[in-house]
Nanobody
Framework: QVQLVESGGGLVQPGGSLRLSCAAS????????MRWYRQPPGKQRDLVAS???????SYVDSVKGRFTISRDNAKNMVYLQMNSLKPEDTAVYYC???????WGQGTQVTVSS
């Protein structure tokens, strides 16, 4: 079954850290770029970070220096390490396969004191 399953969200205080994980199955993972998107309450879904099959990365300016995207092609996993979290990072985070429109179900991240 072709699918993406996110995990690792939760409630964290400002300045804290979380690591999101996305498990991929049903396709040749290493052939695809992967992305993390987020959708704050009442707003549109926006791209946060991307990683190519070979490991090249890019980030939206608002998370540069705080977030790190990585992947493990042997385990079919993609990760988003989020440090120095801010209340404005609160959103549902989605894993996405570049090309083909494949999305996970999302995981909620709430940054609040």
């Amino acid at each position: 079954q072709v699918q993406l399953v996110e995990s690792g969200g939760g409630l964290v205080q400002p300045g804290g850290s979380l690591r999101l994980s996305c498990a991929a199955s049903g396709f040749t993972f290493s052939n695809y770029g992967m992305r993390w998107y987020r959708q704050p309450p009442g707003k549109q879904r926006d791209l946060v970070a991307s990683i190519a099959g070979g490991g090249g990365t890019s980030y939206v300016d608002s998370v540069k220096g705080r977030f790190t995207i990585s992947r493990d092609n042997a385990k079919n996993m993609v990760y988003l390490q989020m440090n120095s979290l801010k209340p404005e990072d609160t959103a549902v985070y989605y894993c996405n396969r570049f090309l083909g429109g494949l999305w996970g179900q999302g995981t909620q991240v709430t940054v609040s004191s």
